[in-house]
């Protein structure tokens, strides 16, 4: 069957142009440098069903992105589980979601809310857990691990399936039908693909057409001992080019999608605006801790304390919400 293990869109072509029906574009006579104080992206995390009622269309056979081959027979106790919530967030928009037995700690939407937490530790999969759970197949990528685990699980006689880990746009109708696919819904998967592209496409067109693009950085912290810069293949990155900005950490050459923060690489970015995730902004103690950080108080962002905070579960997740996660993301950096 077509469509499993891939990375890109079956046909190599971008998204298509299509015109959003409810967004509207960031006023382009206003200056988004005048722009003073913090902002918060506001995305309705609600998951909704592209259909209702669907079977899977079973045994399938995939072929796992760590090159082993799985037969997938039974998709009715379903784990989906990676570092942003991605995989669950397919699962339920295809219309699977009362299949679901588990959750990570980044599918943070309202109807997986109730599922069993398996990985406490944030990364790291309990194999108990998800033993416990008695799943009779589980989607996963090497965002979480350890490898041991999944290994474990795989001797335990349960499907286990990996997925493309890379965050960028293009890869996402590809994730949608690689995932439907081992599920045996692909029509599903088609229509879910549709209706997240025309999504993407209508808030891509909310980037305001300049030729002095903010310049915006994607910090990611937690607490003092996690602080860190985001450059190329961050996935950060993506969603800055999104809504029509130029990601610093890429621009100052970092050749590492996450690189330690330093002063000087910090002021030679020279943000206009800073993105970070809400729960990594709370835990460095808000705004003020912000400007604790290397470099960050000498930058254009850090003297007019513009900080744009999203929530975690929503901001990297590289899924159908995406759509309207970018147009959420363009409206708090223009528009706050």
Known sequence: MPGFGVTVDADGEPLPARESASAEAPDPA?????????????????????ADGVTP????TVHSCDG???????????????LYGTLAEIVFSLGLGDHVVGRDASTGFPQAAGLPLVTPGGHDLNAEAVLGLDPTVVLTDASVGPPEVQQQLRDAGIPVIFFDDAR???RIPGQIRAVAGALGVPEAGEQLV???????????????????PLRIAFLYTRGGMVQLLAGPGS???????????????????LDRPF???????????APDVIIMMTKGLESIGGVDGMLRLPGVAQTPAGEK???VDMADSVLLSFGPRTGRTIEALAHAVYQP
């Open 57 to 60: 269309a079973l045994p399938v």
């Open 30 to 50: 206003a200056d988004p440098r005048a722009i003073l104080g913090p902002s918060t992206a506001i995305v309705d995390q609600t998951v909704t069903p592209v």
């Open 168 to 170: 960028d746009l293009d």
């Open 259 to 269: 690189t330690q923060i330093t002063s000087e690489a910090l002021i030679e970015a």
């Open 305 to 307: 304390l513009r900080v």
């Open 235 to 253: 996935g950060a990155d993506a969603m800055i080019r999104a809504i029509g900005a130029v990601d610093v950490g890429t621009d100052i050459g």
């Open 194 to 212: 549709e209706r997240t592209s025309g999504e993407i496409a209508g808030a891509l067109a909310l980037a305001p057409a300049g030729a002095d």
């Open 68 to 82: 082993e081959t799985v037969v997938v027979e039974d998709a009715s106790r379903i784990l989906a589980v990676d």
